[in-house]
């Protein structure tokens, strides 16, 4: 099974970029820009990596992004980043970031955007990893602040394809970024967002209908509310799942009591993702494989799962069906 989890071709459409920071990279970039981190070795770091809930996470995790300063910076996380998909067969990857992360220590827009788009069309020719963009914005700020963002993006349109919200969910309801992401769409882009990790089912209700967003990031809540499962199966909205993500931060107390398969069995259409994986304990292979073993998935199942991922992938219809067709080959081969 682990080998056919290693060889499955997918593709991850829940990632945040700042989450794949692994600590031997974070010392090298530290110390070439000379910064300080509170952590003597990558032992440290890995003890520090334990949290209740995702505050605890966000906390560490802003601070693991302040080291990253330079164009060279964004680019060499992104790329290390890709070159880890194209080793898991990971064949397309759908990358959040979160200018604000940045823009807020006084990093320019531009050197972000441009580390990262650099680093994922070097990775598209070398590697054969495709990817696109999705710029984030981060909901325990102001409406304000977003549309700083908004505008601070518009000139560079043509690299991205999609707006998310992130960082802390309680208290920090959809509803407060409506008109934001109204413009959001007026420019062209795609939206998307967290909804239902650790807020409630009414989060995602108002993630669906007062921002029409078109994929749910998490959504484990959505199944407290059935009327609420129908609606989001008769719109078509997949839902990116991240098991390792969600034991880490207490979320599910253990994957043997994940609801992906009760998610499945309900209709929905679920993909396995690994959100931050340095911080959570493992890519996107070791979420496949982990929640494969505690829920007794068969290979039709994460056959489905990985069909998933490219079916609600952001790609155009063409390539979608390259990526199916190459999908298939490979079940009919392997099961
Ligand atoms: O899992 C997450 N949830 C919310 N915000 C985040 N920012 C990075 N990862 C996450
Ligand atoms: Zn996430």
């Known amino acids: 099974m682990k080998v056919f989890v290693e060889n499955l071709p997918k593709a991850e459409l829940h990632l945040h970029i700042e989450g794949t920071f692994e600590p031997e990279l974070m010392f090298k970039i530290a110390q070439r820009n000379n910064i300080n981190i509170p952590y003597s070795s990558v032992k440290e770091i890995e003890a520090a990596y334990k949290f209740n809930c995702l505050q605890d996470f966000l906390n560490i995790y802003f ?12 680019y060499d996380l992104t790329y290390s980043y890709l070159q880890k998909c194209a080793s898991q067969n990971v064949r397309h990857t759908e990358i959040m970031f979160d200018p604000q992360t940045h823009t807020e220590r006084g990093i320019k827009f531009e050197t972000v955007i441009n580390g990262i788009s650099k680093a994922c069309e070097d990775a598209e020719d070398k590697l054969g990893v495709s990817s696109l963009l999705i710029m984030s914005y981060l909901r325990h700020l102001s409406e304000e602040e977003a549309f700083k963002t908004l505008q601070q993006s518009l000139k560079y349109k043509n690299k991205i394809t999609a707006i998310g919200l992130d960082s802390s969910e309680k208290g920090n309801p959809p509803s407060k970024f409506k008109s934001v992401f109204e413009a959001s769409v007026k420019e062209g882009y795609i939206p998307l967002a967290h909804a239902g990790e650790e807020g409630s089912s009414d989060y995602v ?9 078109k994929r749910i990031d998490h959504g484990n809540n959505a199944l407290q509310d059935e009327n609420l499962v129908k609606e989001i199966i008769a719109r078509d909205i997949a839902l990116t799942v991240c098991p390792l993500s969600n034991t880490a931060l207490q979320v599910v107390d253990n994957l043997k009591n994940h609801p992906l398969k009760k998610m499945m069995n309900a209709g929905l259409k679920v993909t396995v993702n690994s959100d931050d994986p340095a911080y ?14 505690a829920l007794n998935l068969t290979k039709y199942d994460l056959y489905q799962l990985a069909k998933n991922s490219f079916k609600y992938s952001l790609l155009n219809d063409l390539q ?16």
Do not use: R
Not at 63 to 74: H, K, R, S
């Open 320 to 335: 979608k069906q390259q990526y199916l067709n190459e999908l298939e080959v490979y079940y009919l081969n392997n099961n």
């Open 280 to 293: 959570f304990g493992g890519q996107i292979n070791k979420n496949y494989f982990e929640i494969q073993q």
């Open 205 to 213: 209700w108002e993630a669906i209908d007062i921002l029409g967003i």
């Open 63 to 74: 601070e693991g992004a302040g080291v990253l300063i330079t164009e060279q910076d964004f």
